[in-house]
């Protein structure tokens, strides 16, 4: 049952793969079924087995040169190609390709970092690079910066920046994709080129400036196809001396609005890291009158739920504020921190949770904890790990099967208490529309990963791509999804990511003047890949001869 | 003696500036010699008037309608455009095309402010608005937000943002191209398109996430050709409660590498604002065996300066740190930073320079000063002002000549002490080389703008662009700029920015790969401006018709 590109014939694919080989060897040119398991989706979220997005081939190149072989004679062959770095991005489709029938590029054994500076603060590093091991290569040299990793820490930080993935330190690095400084591309006709300040032969600033002379088409290459990404320079964040905690709750249900605008102010002026935001009402949860009042269609019972949560002597809001900086610091922003909140909700209550002294030790990293204090969140922390499906369940009101789903809906909605009022209202309405239960409430509360933005997450609970999973609950789970995409379009909000099942979907949302910004990429894409070989599909850019596909 | 663009013959001239009246109105177009000075760039380097960057025409619109209304007429008689906001930028060539004969599309009708939010930090703006009606409306309103200004502010956010320009606060703002948060562009085929969240119809977070979904294609628009910016969202400073500076002295020539590696430390924590370098042996400049030592061929003398400093009682280095934050928070960071430095260079002296609680008086603003306390300058402090030759005289090793000099040569070089030393020698040889003085010394200091870089300036007094300078004085300062852009290309190093003389000069530098950014740019321009109407030649990107025209 061989899976071949579509409209590329049998003889066509097989001169292909001859070519590939020629370029990377034999051996890591891989076409059986058996050796391209790694390259499947494990989580797939496509219903019907027939459509699975599922590799051709793959290949293995170990250089630049070999990388623009290949680009070259898949040009020759018109054999698309979709690169991957980690392909450990499980949550977005892992290592399948955008388009069923690619020939996957595993750059996984192109895993060099070529530079790490502390005294000018960035990496450079090629796409096989693990947060694991870039994290290794600081720690054996000493060098006094941070990474700033996903989580889990498997992946790595040039496939996550181009998938614009983010983190969880200070605001200006947690945003990866605005971290970036600096790409070498190999682009669809062979060649390289670099952007940012490596267009400058022996450039001596390649990490320091990003955006070069003239226009800057760095922005093309995260989520998009116009190039496989053979080098990346990221900003590092320097090593802070000290880490702090403190956790802040607001009585009312209202008290969010002033809550959030606060810690907006102390974000934008760099004071704190990642906020942390909960509601402590989960506790009422088994309570049915809590429960109707926060998931009453049309909007939350606010003063029935401001009610119950005095009687049970409960805050309705939290915010966990991380401080980052020498203990002097960041023990001056904490305070400062507690006045101005407190001028803004004079009952809010602080709560000092941690303050410990950086770097950890080695015995600290290992328990992930230090006596008589919290938890240790080790990608708080510029430490990689693989404790992400604690993360997912770090909320009381966080379900079970959520932990084992790999397919969500994470929303951009403003970074406001309205913003969040009315996502709890409408995504929660729909899913109990679609009688998928009472996930979504008047006290979900969304992430801050991104600095100026919300994303707000509508999980479910029918099944998502677990093993366990029949076409049956695939095909009802992609139906919740665009829902939950339909839903949000049409209040103005839309995903900032999509696995490649759903990127059509996604894509769909950002409509604006018929689809300017996507026939615009298009008519780029067009021009720089006329065969159209490079990912197609992927962002929801797809080449003309392909443009068929959009699903 | 009117002026053509190139190819265009004054029949299809005439039917196109009708055709501009037709969208704009007759009184908005204007053709003669003296409605078209303000469209000229008044201290223009070109050395042969016959070949100065004058407009054919210029067309002020409205409205959004009428620029498209306008880029459809450019379309259809082949007629070039140069749109401007303010057209302020005199230090790169103000409001005069990118090519002889554009038309300047004058935007400044367009001049609303569309949105402030200082509950989620952010502006949208049109092309028109200067930083002094930005300022004025948040004034006027209250809000608690700071703009990152350019100096002078005349200029606006806009524009300065497309000529990616800077400013004077925290890293983050200053970087005016990286707080850019979603345009909206009529595009060379007249059609409206927004990027960022601003693609999602009745986007709710256009402002606050900035990449949507797929590729973003944002980064072409800036020192670009790609587009007609109508809108512009850019991100906002909170307003600080509080602004603290300190002064930090180092004695030895060496200590230079220690002290920014600290302050690259503190600056990418963002726990200070921009630092302000400098040395205090501009005053040892009156006695020539200082001044042979410091500008030495093929290297200072550093042995004998430290020992000419030494016995002046003079420290090398300085640097001037700036905090925003609260009272508490910026004494806590200048205290971190005395200790962090001292560790560093143990012989340092700290010196308590302002500490000014925020905001401002209207007395303070206007004396620009506070008693007992150094002058404030005003662009730091997030407001407008005129004070740009102050800010250029400031350091005492500036000519009087570059006060008045409207060129010069502003390379990104590394932020490190070895990045300055190695660039004051270069420049600094190759400009006596030329028998331009001595404006390069051993302690002349780059500007920090940009967070991550260092811009190392090199002026020279043959005249500039000053109104008593003669062709022959141009050419000769265009010969010492294009020798000054050749010796840095070939250390690996580049300019940032040009004025339109220099924009080919300036883009020769970034040619890796045979040119493969400037090939790839190009070849993304044919595709979305067939007809090459959008500024021929900014940011060395030329349409193929006129790719000949390269300088």
Redesign the interface.
């Known amino acids: 049952m061989a899976v071949l590109p579509p409209g590329v014939s049998a003889e066509a694919f097989a001169a292909a793969t001859r070519a590939f080989a020629a370029a990377a060897g034999d051996e890591w040119v891989f076409t059986s079924d058996d050796e391209l398991i790694p390259y499947r989706d494990y989580w797939s979220p496509v219903p019907d087995p027939e459509e699975a997005l599922l590799p051709s081939a793959a290949v293995a190149p170990a250089s630049v040169e070999e990388v623009q072989a290949i680009v070259r004679a898949a040009n020759e062959h018109r054999t698309p190609l979709f690169p991957i770095s980690t392909g450990k991005n499980f949550a977005y489709g892992g290592p399948a390709p955008s388009m069923r029938g690619c020939v996957v590029v595993d750059l996984k054994r192109m895993n060099r970092v070529l530079e790490v500076s502390d005294?000018?603060?960035?990496a450079l590093v090629e796409p096989g690079v693990s947060y694991f091991d870039l994290y290794e290569h600081i720690q054996q040299r000493g060098l006094?910066v941070w990474i700033d990793c996903a989580n889990p820490g498997w992946g790595g930080p040039l496939g996550n920046t181009l998938d614009?993935g983010m983190g969880f330190t200070?605001?200006?690095y947690r945003d990866h994709?605005?971290a970036m400084?600096g790409v070498e591309v190999v682009?669809a006709n062979g060649?390289?080129?670099?952007?940012g300040?490596?267009?400058?032969?022996?450039?001596?600033?390649w990490?320091?400036?990003?955006?070069?002379?003239?226009?800057?088409?760095?922005?093309?290459?995260?989520?998009?196809?116009?190039g496989i990404v053979t080098k990346m320079g990221v900003?590092l964040?320097?090593a802070?001396e000290h880490y702090r905690t403190g956790l802040v709750t607001v009585p009312k249900r209202a008290d969010l609005r002033p809550l959030?605008?606060a810690v907006?102010?102390l974000s934008?002026?760099?004071?704190i890291g990642e906020p942390l935001y909960g509601s402590p009402l989960g506790r009422l949860w088994g309570d049915a009158e809590f429960r109707e009042a926060a998931t009453r269609r049309g909007g939350a019972n606010a003063e029935e739920m401001d009610r119950l949560a005095a009687a049970a002597g409960l805050h309705s809001w939290q915010v966990e504020l991380q401080f980052?900086?020498?203990e002097?610091?960041t023990?001056?922003?904490w305070?400062?921190a507690k006045?101005?909140i407190a001028r803004r909700v004079p009952d809010a209550r602080f709560t000092d949770i941690q303050s410990v002294p950086l770097p950890l030790t080695e015995e600290q990293i290992a328990l992930g904890t230090i006596p008589d204090q919290h938890y240790l969140w080790r990608s708080n922390l510029g430490i990689p790990s693989l404790n992400t499906w604690q993360s997912l369940g770090r909320s009381e009101s966080m379900p079970d099967a959520w932990r084992q789903n790999h397919v969500g809906m994470f929303a951009?909605?403003?970074?406001?208490a309205d913003?969040v009022f009315e996502a709890q209202q409408v995504f929660g309405d729909t899913l109990r529309d679609m009688g998928v239960g009472t996930r979504i409430s008047a006290i979900s509360t969304p992430v801050n990963w991104?600095q100026?933005?919300f994303l707000f997450s509508a999980g479910f609970s029918s099944g998502g791509g677990r093993p366990e999973s029949t076409p049956e609950t695939r095909a009802r789970d992609a139906e919740i999804l665009k829902t939950l995409m339909k839903t949000a379009?049409e209040?103005?909000?839309?995903?900032?990511?999509?696995a490649p099942w759903f990127?059509d979907a996604?894509?769909d949302?950002?409509?604006?003047?018929n689809h300017?910004?996507?026939r615009?990429?298009e008519?780029?894409k067009?021009?720089?890949d006329p065969n159209g070989i490079l990912a197609p599909g992927?962002?929801?850019?797809w080449p003309r001869h392909l443009r068929g596909n959009r699903g």
């Open positions: 005294e000018r603060n960035f006094n614009r200070l605001g200006y994709a605005g400084h682009l060649e390289v080129m670099r952007t300040m490596g267009a400058v032969p022996d450039s001596r600033t990490q320091d400036y990003r955006y070069a002379f003239g226009p800057d088409p760095s922005g093309l290459f995260p989520q998009g196809n116009f900003r964040m320097p802070p959030i605008a907006n102010y934008d002026l760099f004071m980052l900086g020498s002097g610091t023990l001056a922003n305070d400062y006045s101005l951009v909605i403003p970074r406001s913003g991104y100026f933005s379009a209040h103005g909000w839309a995903e900032y990511r999509a990127q996604v894509s949302a950002y409509s604006f003047n300017a910004l996507r615009f990429n008519t780029l067009d021009a720089v992927r962002g929801g850019i």
